[in-house]
């Protein structure tokens, strides 16, 4: 227990000197329970993930995939006296090309009946490094399963990708979101749809992550 409150304690003291030099991430508690983060985007990276852990050395929890053009996040309504520490990492690789997909009216999601076409299968087997423009995913299908689901499968070109993503941009959107994550290797995984997204553009993304930022750190107040 106390080595382990060490480690807490250097990783903090750390943080700390970090955000006293340049930091690429700062906070703000901009609330007793809101914290307003605010960063520098990577150049050339294809967008940051944003995370947080109740301690320095926790396990980190993705909050959003933000567009390369972003710089802040709102964390809102958090648990009362609490800690919370952030990072933010950048991602790169290469996107697929894109498909447009029209789904029929009607909100109803139907139960699967047979193999769960929503489950991701992971049998890829690409040979190309993520930063190299090949190793963009090939051959991107989807295919309609009913009103809001869609299947969607591609070639794993990619050889050391942390793993893939699904990107949206539903009609009149500016930029694309991040709609689902998944492990590297996956070759197939059924969406279903938000209710924006009855048109929309996809495409699947190959991805590593970067060295992670400065940790920055706030403790929430009375609620």
Same mark, same amino acid.
């Given at each position: 227990?106390?080595?382990?409150?060490?480690?807490?304690?250097?990783?903090?003291?750390?943080?700390?000197?970090?955000?006293?030099?340049?930091?690429?991430?700062?906070?703000?508690?901009?609330?007793?329970?809101?914290?307003?983060?605010?960063?520098?985007?990577?150049?050339?990276?294809?967008?940051?993930?944003?995370?947080?852990?109740?301690?320095?050395?926790?396990?980190?929890?993705?909050?959003?995939?933000?567009?390369?053009?972003?710089?802040?996040?709102?964390?809102?309504?958090?648990?009362?006296?609490?800690?919370?520490? @952030? &990072? !933010?990492?950048?991602?790169?690789? $290469?996107?697929?090309?894109?498909?447009? *997909?029209?789904?029929? /009216?009607?909100?109803? =999601?139907?139960?699967?009946?047979?193999?769960?076409?929503?489950?991701?299968?992971?049998?890829?087997?690409?040979?190309?490094?993520?930063?190299?423009?090949?190793?963009?995913?090939?051959?991107?299908?989807?295919?309609?399963?009913?009103?809001?689901?869609?299947?969607?499968?591609?070639?794993?070109?990619?050889?050391?990708?942390?793993?893939?993503?699904?990107?949206?941009?539903?009609?009149?959107?500016?930029? @694309? &979101? !991040?709609?689902?994550?998944?492990? $590297?290797?996956?070759?197939?995984?059924? *969406?279903?749809?938000? /209710?924006?997204?009855? =048109?929309?553009?996809?495409?699947?993304?190959?991805?590593?992550?970067?060295?992670?930022?400065?940790?920055?750190?706030?403790?929430?107040?009375?609620?």
């Amino acid at each position: 227990m106390i080595k382990r409150i060490s480690l807490v304690g250097l990783l903090f003291l750390a943080a700390c000197g970090q955000e006293q030099q340049d930091p690429v991430l700062t906070s703000e508690l901009t609330s007793p329970t809101d914290v307003t983060l605010h960063w520098r985007p990577e150049a050339g990276a294809a967008g940051q993930v944003v995370e947080y852990a109740n301690a320095a050395d926790g396990e980190y929890v993705v909050l959003e995939f933000a567009p390369p053009a972003k710089n802040s996040f709102k964390h809102p309504d958090l648990i009362p006296e609490t800690q919370f520490y @952030y &990072r !933010v990492r950048p991602f790169t690789g $290469p996107a697929s090309a894109t498909v447009d *997909v029209t789904l029929p /009216p009607g909100d109803e =999601t139907p139960e699967i009946e047979g193999p769960d076409w929503t489950a991701p299968r992971k049998d890829g087997k690409g040979t190309r490094p993520v930063s190299s423009a090949e190793a963009a995913a090939g051959n991107l299908k989807a295919e309609v399963k009913h009103a809001n689901g869609i299947l969607f499968t591609w070639e794993d070109q990619a050889a050391d990708e942390d793993g893939y993503l699904i990107e949206v941009k539903p009609a009149g959107a500016a930029d @694309y &979101r !991040v709609a689902v994550q998944l492990d $590297p290797d996956t070759t197939s995984y059924g *969406v279903i749809t938000l /209710p924006d997204e009855k =048109t929309a553009t996809y495409r699947v993304r190959a991805f590593r992550f970067g060295a992670a930022s400065n940790l920055t750190h706030q403790t929430t107040g009375k609620a």
